[in-house]
């Protein structure tokens, strides 16, 4: 790379790259400097530490990511937009770990749903409340299939993006639910608080000749 071309922007940029090849752990000043052709103290005049380094990376990935997801929802609603919104988010994760798990690893730097998934759930009537949950169920679902996927969690020998249309095909099913109509779950019926609520069994009358109590 270029010095003259070298800023903030093309340092974070080389970081996601390097951060895609050996992961986002693996990544370090050392490595970035060399790829970019600098000195290591020469990169902190565009990026003040390793954690801004992944800071940067994470907005650039949110960014990327958001716009993937987007394209590939444009045009579609319903159980087709659900499916396209899934698969974009598997390719592009497993195509890009390193700046994905930058998303994961550092704070939020922008909004927690992704605009195209709440356009998405607006369909299924979900909005507000409902919507934010039913996005945190959705991403968390693609999350832990992709992130297994990615670590090389599916042993066995069956066709993975079979098992990850059903899965979907499932996670739109419970979209379609009654439960996800975004009011607050039912309370759950009052238990008792302590031991003094409880009856004691009974002890029998006869002393040493009783019985134990049966048990549940």
Excluded: N
């Excluded at 071309?5 to 340092?11: E, I, S």
């Excluded at 988010?89 to 497993?94: A, G, K, P, Q, T």
């Amino acid at each position: 790379m270029s010095r003259s071309g070298l800023g903030p922007a093309a340092v974070v940029a080389a970081g996601a790259a390097i951060a895609d090849e050996v992961g986002l752990a693996g990544l370090t000043m050392g490595l970035l400097a060399e790829r970019v052709g600098v000195r290591p103290p020469s990169l902190y005049k565009h990026v003040g530490s390793l954690a801004a380094l992944r800071h940067g990376i994470a907005i650039q990935a949110e960014r990327e990511l958001g716009d993937a997801l987007a394209r590939a929802a444009a045009g579609r609603s319903g159980p087709e937009a659900v499916h396209a919104f899934a698969d974009a988010y598997r390719r592009w994760v497993l195509d890009h770990p390193g700046r994905y798990a930058a998303t994961i690893h550092v704070p939020p730097t922008g909004d927690e749903c992704p605009r195209a998934l709440l356009r998405i759930l607006a369909g299924f009537g979900l909005r507000e409340t409902g919507a934010v949950e039913a996005a945190r169920t959705v991403r968390s679902v693609l999350h832990g299939f992709v992130s297994l996927e990615g670590a090389g969690g599916f042993g066995l020998p069956r066709d993975i993006d079979r098992s990850y249309r059903i899965l979907i095909d499932a996670l739109v099913t419970g979209l379609r639910s009654p439960g996800h109509a975004g009011s607050a779950p039912a309370a759950h019926p009052s238990r008792p608080s302590g031991r003094a609520s409880v009856a004691p069994p009974s002890q029998p009358s006869g002393g040493a000749g009783g019985g134990h109590p049966a048990q549940e």
